[in-house]
């Protein structure tokens, strides 16, 4: 928990502006075009930077902190730490401790260090409207930030390893496929050997078992070439490997100005020490891995010269060939097809085994990359059953699991436009209800008993389908295609009796924020600035939903509202209202004091002040 | 069979990994019809579990599996998240029409679910099975409102263990002020001890209301339940009969852990035990004794279950009558539901994790001074 104590604005449209912000609740009024949204969008611009932020907001603090206006605020974090953040348009902002040393370490636009929570109007909209998409999700996955950064790289490293066993898949089926087709058009030259008469002369035999060789000679370059190519991936892996070392161990424990330095500075040594082992090591192992290559490279030598030897005999033995009867002739050429069809097969076979074995690698591959995504699902059913219980029951969070899957949805329309089959819809019902990792074994398997039994789409149309899908369908991607969880926000609009729930897209713009305020405000500790949309907001959800969430949770954050209903100062008891005007050139603070110093003002500017008020003293029995 | 929470360690990936496979595996262990299916389909309930759902849900071959797995899926479509699990269990469910509102669907669908559950088992006497419909009959048995009697603060609690057990208490609203308090436990475990349950609920409210004397009502309940049950069910049955006016508590044991009365005066606690009466109900033909006790202000009344008085640790050692009534001494003078917490809470702090295999049914009266 931290808070804003102070912020100050040097130039632009709000020159001179200078307010202490309490704890709990501040509430910003003024007219339109007084520059409430510019003070707003000046604690999040000297806090977090442009970054990430939504265009219109930078566009904002752009046009009207412009000409090098200074941004300054005080924060207290966490215990009794002051800080100082200054920041003025398209500069490094300087972070500065109370005794005014700065501060090069850390990275505000990260938003770690102090990291608040700011919402314009539209961001807020944005997030009620966007059913399918991240921004639901970002809600959520924000709040376990670091378990999700873990998963999600663990995530990224296991699809780059089922990326790199799809190209090897689909590299051995191509290779596979290429084999089979000159397989075939050796067509079947044993049967035709065999047809022919006895040979009786000794010369073919020879020229056979040198063409024979001429197959074997090839595939043992290949393998010299593979285990070249390995030793020298190795060897890079070890490059890479002493790079991160000397990362990993580099000095980096001491903070220069800190008290502990010298406390600190042994174990930096310490840590330098082992480097130098480290780095033994490694170039011992580069070593080998040289001297490996160095073997490889002899071995081709060798082998390079009886290959010539081989080359030269053959040549001979064509020449005789050549010279030979032209049943010889004929002979020998079967005999050598023979032999090339051998060598194609012993090739295909091990290539199956090959492509068995990546299969096989895949099925577990896969099955990590879809449980640990499953984990992510399970983290966001924890957050959203957490928010639930701080945002009440008007409001209802939930998790769709795997409901935002447009592009599996997508896949499967292509795959039925092949299958010349009617009624698509009706198909896609029953499709969607089969997991992509299901449907791709199918696929896979050419499986049409199952895919008959699971669909019941009947023996002729599961064909139909089931083979376009084939056709047109990549099993390995689609297996792990993305899909999402869609997250429900959703507001009870009935008053009374039955509940009557409708998501955030469906609502009006005063609902959709009515929705997310609760979820907005329960969701951490860090200060929360909230620009509200100008719109009729009913005032039975602001009083149920937000009122008493604001007034509950701003002991536990600090707020600071743009708004434009007086419920919410005035009920929720704000701590500070400030009044907003401007002449036309330039805003200012007009007033600022507690809601009842500010009650003429509130009864001018905002909607329902009046009646907020009378509600107000009934609340507490005061005229 | 291997143990079953390996089993299910295995499928959670199997299905992922090989689906196909999955499927065959799990129409084996629907085929097999033994206990390993309930538990299974009881342990995967949560969330995360969709995959496994789904499953299910796709299993359905023909009528008897549908009749089978029906009650799990509509338990299920209510609360699944997943998205391709809910297409699926909507799938399956296809022409059962489940989607009426509100509670009197789910007791329509529960009476439904039973009695179909009920032919099936006359015909094959099969057991211990639909543990999710045995619970909900047992909570639709318990009682929904507590009649007021001056002077008398009382309450009761069941928690149902994993595979629900047989335990039965409920409170009559009785002609002149009376009330009545019952307390049992059915033998074995399930859908039949959950329907012998329901009628020794139902024999027991027709008989109490026509007002013969204690032990004439227990051997008429006695003889009814005998008729309609099989030879080997029985039940053991506390009934009472509280008169506010005199404060005197008649009542009929009829085979259970005698309920416990604690007398505090100046000098020390003491405890009476609620004895007499007869053999358990449903056995045999059979006479009961009345029992009457005098009751006096301040008086504590602990009816209890061998849930609570057995429950375990994981050092398999009982938690005991004796501790029950030390724990109870420690609440004289505190609010009924107090006490029922407080002993509760101590039933649980022995166990100590350990799973609790018995439903726990506590009922506490006090007399207020």
């Not at chain 1, 632009?12 to 200078?18: D, E, K, Q, V």
């Not at chain 1, 030979?324 to 090339?340: D, G, H, M, P, Y």
């Not at chain 1, 969607?432 to 199952?450: K, T, V, W």
Request: net charge neutral; proline share 4%.
């Amino acid at each position: 928990m931290w808070l804003v104590e102070k912020i100050e604005i040097s130039g632009g449209f709000l020159p001179g502006l200078s307010v202490d912000i309490p704890r709990g609740l501040t509430c910003i009024i003024g007219p339109r075009g007084s520059g409430k949204s510019t003070l707003a969008e000046a604690f999040r611009f000297a806090v977090c930077g442009t970054s990430g932020v939504p265009k219109h907001c930078v566009d904002l603090i752009q046009a009207n902190l412009a000409g090098g206006a200074l941004v300054t605020i005080t924060a207290l974090a966490e215990g009794s730490n002051r800080y100082t953040i200054k920041r003025a348009v398209k500069q490094q902002p300087v972070l500065l401790t109370s005794d005014g040393r700065t501060i090069n370490t850390v990275d505000l636009d990260r938003g770690t260090f102090l990291p608040l929570d700011a919402y314009s109007s539209p961001e807020i909209e944005a997030i009620a409207d966007e059913v399918l998409g991240q921004r639901r999700r970002n809600l959520l996955d924000e709040l376990r930030s670091d378990q999700m950064r873990t998963i999600e790289l663990s995530l990224a490293e296991s699809a780059r390893a089922l990326d790199a066993n799809a190209d090897r898949i689909r590299a051995a089926q191509r290779t596979i496929q290429n084999l089979t087709e000159q397989i075939e058009e050796l067509g079947d030259v044993r049967a035709r050997l065999n047809a022919l008469a006895p040979s009786d002369r000794e010369t073919a035999g020879d020229f056979v078992r040198l063409s024979r060789q001429q197959q074997l000679n090839q595939r043992e370059i290949t393998k010299l070439d593979a285990a070249d190519r390995d030793l020298r991936t190795v060897g890079q892996t070890l490059d890479q490997l002493r790079k991160d070392a000397q990362l990993a161990f580099k000095s980096r424990l001491v903070e220069e100005q800190s008290a502990n330095a010298d406390l600190l500075r042994r174990f930096d040594d310490r840590l330098a020490a082992l480097l130098g082992t480290v780095e033994e090591h490694l170039s011992a192992i580069s070593g080998q891995v040289r001297q490996a290559l160095d073997i490889v490279a002899q071995a081709r030598q060798g082998i390079t010269q009886a290959h010539a030897i081989h080359a030269s005999e053959l040549a001979k033995s064509t020449a005789l060939n050549q010279a030979a009867s032209e049943q010889a002739r004929v002979r020998a050429t079967l005999e050598q097809q023979v032999a090339r069809l051998q060598g194609l097969e012993e090739q295909r076979m091990e290539l199956n085994a090959e492509l068995k074995a990546l299969l096989e690698g895949r099925k577990s591959l896969k099955t990590t990359h879809i449980l640990m995504r499953d984990q992510i699902s399970t983290l966001r059913e924890e957050v959203a059953s957490e928010l639930q219980r701080e945002a009440g029951q008007r409001v209802r969070i939930r998790i769709m699991r795997n409901a935002d899957h447009l592009a599996y949805q997508q896949m499967l329309m292509d795959g039925l436009r092949g299958a010349r089959v009617r009624s698509h819809d009706e198909l896609m019902t029953t499709l969607m209800q089969l997991r992509p990792e299901q449907l791709a074994q199918l696929i896979q398997a050419n499986d049409l008993d199952s895919f008959e039994e699971l669909t019941a789409f009947g023996s002729e149309r599961s064909r139909k389908i089931l083979d376009s899908f084939r056709e047109i369908v990549d099993p390995l991607a689609l297996e792990v295609i993305a899909i999402e969880d869609r997250i429900g926000i959703e507001l009870n609009v009935s008053p009374a009796g039955q509940p009557n729930f409708r998501d955030a897209s469906d609502l009006s713009r005063g609902q959709k924020c009515t929705a997310l305020l609760p979820i907005l405000l329960a969701r951490r500790d860090s200060p929360l600035i909230i620009d509200q949309p100008e719109d009729n907001l009913d005032n039975h959800f602001i009083f149920e939903t937000v009122v008493n969430a604001v007034q509950r949770l701003k002991r536990r954050r600090q707020m600071i509202f743009i708004t434009h209903n007086a419920n919410i100062p005035v009920l929720a008891e704000a701590d500070l209202v400030l009044v907003m005007n401007s002449d036309g050139r330039v805003g200012f603070v007009e007033k600022l004091g507690t809601i009842d110093e500010c009650r003429e003002q509130i009864i001018d500017l905002l909607e329902g002040g009046r009646e907020a008020f009378e509600l107000r003293s009934k609340r507490y029995g005061t005229a | 069979m291997e143990p079953p929470e390996i089993f299910y360690e295995r499928l959670r990936h199997l299905v992922v990994e090989d689906p196909r496979d999955a499927r065959r595996v799990f129409l084996q262990l629907l085929d097999s019809r033994g206990p390993a299916l309930d538990h299974f389909l009881g342990r995967i309930s949560s969330p995360p579990d969709g995959r496994l759902r789904q499953l299910v849900a796709n299993a359905l071959r023909n009528q008897r599996d549908r009749e089978r797995l029906a009650p799990h899926l509509i338990a299920w479509q209510e609360i699944e998240t997943d998205e391709f699990t809910h297409r699926a269990i909507q799938s399956a469910l296809g022409g059962l029409d489940t989607r009426s509102a509100g509670q009197t669907a789910l007791a329509l669908e529960v009476a439904r679910l039973t009695t179909a559950i009920g032919r099936e088992m006359a015909q094959r006497e099969r057991l211990n099975r639909e543990l999710e419909i045995a619970r909900e009959v047992q909570e639709h048995l318990f009682p929904q409102r507590l009649p007021s009697v001056p002077g008398l603060d009382y309450c009761g609690r069941c928690r149902p263990a994993r595979e629900v057990g047989g335990d039965y208490y409920d409170f009559l609203d009785l002609p002149k002020g009376r009330l009545g308090i019952a307390i049992g436990d059915v033998s074995g475990k399930g859908i039949g001890a959950a329907l012998m349950m329901a009628s020794l609920e139902a024999s027991l409210r027709a008989q109490a209301s026509v007002g013969h004397g204690l032990a004439e009502l227990i051997k008429r309940v006695n003889s009814l339940v005998y008729e309609a049950s099989s030879a080997n069910r029985y039940a053991t049955l506390f009934y009472a009969e509280y008169y506010p006016r005199s404060r005197r508590l008649c009542y009929v044991n009829a085979g259970h852990n005698p309920p416990v009365i604690l007398r505090k005066s100046a000098a020390a606690c003491r405890v009476y035990r609620l004895e007499t009466g007869g053999p358990v109900i449903g056995l045999l033909r059979q006479c009961y004794q009345q029992g009457s006790f005098p009751l006096k202000r301040g008086d504590l009344i602990v009816l209890f279950t061998d849930g609570i008085s057995e429950s375990m640790n994981t050092r398999n050692e009982e938690w005991g009558e004796d501790r029950l009534i030390e724990v109870a001494k420690t609440c004289h003078g505190v609010p009924a539901s107090e006490a029922m917490t407080r002993i509760l809470a101590a039933a649980e702090a022995f166990a100590a994790g350990a799973p609790q295999h018995d439903d726990m049914t506590l009922v506490v009266l006090r007399v207020l001074a």
